[in-house]
């Protein structure tokens, strides 16, 4: 089992920049890939930025050269540096772990760009 804990969500103006924090614990030795994932109201889930077991990142088109994962600590901690911020990024951020073939996720913090 894999517990997984956002924090740095809020309320950000256009342009601006915001750090998201998603703790991990539990059976961290089993994680193989951390990523973001985010929900705006009426849309489906979707990938924002992965970084796989070597720091091997992947990043949506959408959000390439504005937003950096990154993952310390033997994988304690994982981070979603956001700048640049567009009214668009607006959404629940969910932090997601792969462990042993099985997801895991986080509670999920909101993310709100005003124009």
């Known amino acids: 089992q894999v517990q997984l804990v956002e924090s740095g969500g809020g309320l950000v103006q256009d342009g601006g920049s915001l750090r998201l924090s998603c703790a991990a614990s539990?059976?961290?030795?089993?994680?193989?890939?951390m990523g973001w994932y985010r929900q705006a109201p009426g849309k489906q889930r979707e990938l924002v930025a992965v970084?796989?077991?070597?720091?091997?990142?992947n990043y949506a088109n959408s959000v390439k050269g504005r937003f950096t994962i990154s993952s310390f600590n033997a994988k304690n901690t994982m981070y979603l540096q956001m700048n640049s911020l567009k009214p668009e990024d607006t959404a629940v951020y969910y932090c997601?772990?792969?462990?042993?073939?099985?997801?895991?996720w986080g509670q999920g913090t909101q993310v709100t760009v005003s124009s």
């Open positions: 997601n772990a792969n462990a042993s073939g099985w997801p895991y």
């Open positions: 539990g059976s961290i030795f089993s994680i193989n890939a």
């Open positions: 970084i796989i077991g070597g720091g091997r990142t």
